[in-house]
T-cell receptor, first 114, second 114 residues
Framework: AQSVTQLDSHVSVSEGTPVLLRCNYSSSYSPSLFWYVQHPNKGLQLLLK??????LVKGINGFEAEFKKSETSFHLTKPSAHMSDAAEYFC????????????FGSGTRLQVQP | DSGVTQTPKHLITATGQRVTLRCSPRSGDLSVYWYQQSLDQGLQFLIQ???????AKGNILERFSAQQFPDLHSELNLSSLELGDSALYFCASSVAGRYNQPQHFGDGTRLSIL
């Protein structure tokens, strides 16, 4: 079985300050992990993915995430928040079984204050 | 733009009715997934098709069905609609449906049941 826990349902930061969105996963197999972002009334956009290569993964728009197997974590970070980063962020896991569907975390809503 | 096209964007109908949601995957993608996003259930996987064949089933109700056509577009059919079926329905596609391949999402169809 696989599961994902996003530790914060809401995160609020000031523009220009660092962003940290936390994600822990549970998987019996080596997982593939993804972060997606959803802006209001839009679909999900892939930010980055981890698929057993480098543990530090760089994504679009200055985001990056570090895979830590010992902590079963895949936290998303950005050095400096921008107003346009305000959105819902989903941590997602998939494992190599017959079922190819993604398992989504419950989401973290990021608010960026001016 | 993800390259995944969903129509219609909005659908308003009444209980007991039947609707069809359409999805065109990205060019070259063979696998199509359907997801339901609601406030109380979050994002849930419904069903996956690969090159015209059903590959995996998730939390899809018996009132719902889907198919993928030879040109790789897919349709999700929802019948005997209930108020609780009101949600955002997403289609996603990936190249070959492997667990470590990212899925690319359309902008969704918002279904409102009156």
């Amino acid at each position: 079985a696989q599961s994902v826990t996003q530790l914060d349902s809401h995160v609020s930061v000031s523009e220009g300050t660092p962003v940290l969105l936390r994600c822990n996963y549970s998987s019996s197999y080596s997982p593939s992990l993804f972060w997606y972002v959803q802006h209001p009334n839009k679909g999900l956009q892939l930010l980055l993915k981890y698929t057993s290569a480098a543990t530090l993964v760089k994504g679009i728009n200055g985001f990056e995430a570090e895979f830590k197997k010992s902590e079963t974590s895949f936290h998303l970070t950005k050095p400096s928040a921008h107003m346009s980063d305000a959105a819902e962020y989903f941590c997602v896991v998939n494992i190599d079984t017959g079922r190819r569907a993604l398992t989504f975390g419950s989401g973290t809503r990021l608010q960026v204050q001016p | 733009d993800s390259g995944v096209t969903q129509t219609p964007k909005h659908l308003i109908t009444a209980t007991g009715q039947r609707v069809t949601l359409r999805c065109s995957p990205r060019s070259g993608d063979l696998s199509v997934y359907w997801y339901q996003q609601s406030l109380d259930q979050g994002l849930q996987f419904l069903i996956q098709y690969y090159n015209g064949e059903e590959r995996a089933k998730g939390n899809i109700l018996e009132r719902f069905s889907a198919q993928q056509f030879p040109d790789l577009h897919s349709e999700l059919n929802l019948s005997s609609l209930e108020l609780g079926d009101s949600a955002l329905y997403f289609c996603a596609s990936s190249v070959a449906g492997r667990y470590n391949q990212p899925q690319h999402f359309g902008d969704g169809t918002r279904l409102s049941i009156l």
